[in-house]
């Protein structure tokens, strides 16, 4: 009787993980529709670099919306730095993009994205346009020095 509960037991996980994947999958499949963001430019540097931690793209205005697709959702170490023409950020272990000032939306200090919270304005948001989609990333820096210079920057860069 108690090997038949532990064998039960273990199928129920083993399924509850199953389902895990598959759904996750299922995610990645329906973003495929995004296109690749731009590979990291190799203009000189305008401002910059402030290290931090990339924490994830959601869809613009849904901060649980998170986008899996191209690696877009993998948390990881960034350095982000400002060119002439883009916002670049390299990502350590994952895929390093670009995004063109002309596609930027808007930035915000907030407290969430992609369900990760911290205290109010101790998140950097940037939303920008990757194809026909409206994209919010989020990063946090650590030093708070470097928060706000990041910030600073970038509020400065989607006024100009």
């Known amino acids: 009787m108690r090997m038949a509960l532990v064998l039960g037991i273990i199928a129920v996980i083993a399924l509850t993980y199953w389902g895990m994947y598959r759904g996750w999958q299922a995610r990645v499949a ?39 697709a191209h690696s877009l959702g993998a948390r990881s170490l960034v350095r982000l730095r400002l060119t002439a023409h883009a916002i670049d950020l390299e990502r350590e272990n994952e895929r390093s993009f670009s995004i063109p000032r002309t596609e930027v939306i808007g930035v915000r ?9 911290f205290e109010d304005g101790g998140i950097i948001v940037i939303s920008f346009r990757l194809g026909q989609e409206s994209i919010d990333i989020g990063m946090r820096f650590p030093d708070t020095a ?14 100009s």
Not at 109 to 117: N, S, V
Not at 146 to 159: I, T
């Open 146 to 159: 470097e928060h706000l210079a990041a910030l600073s920057a970038l509020s400065q860069e989607v006024a």
């Open 109 to 117: 200090a907030d407290k969430g994205i992609a369900g990760r919270a």
């Open 30 to 68: 329906s973003q495929r529709e995004l296109p690749l963001p731009q590979p990291q430019s190799s203009e000189p540097t305008v401002a910059g670099p402030w290290s931090g931690i990339y924490l994830g793209a959601t869809r613009a205005g849904r901060w649980l919306d998170r986008i899996d």
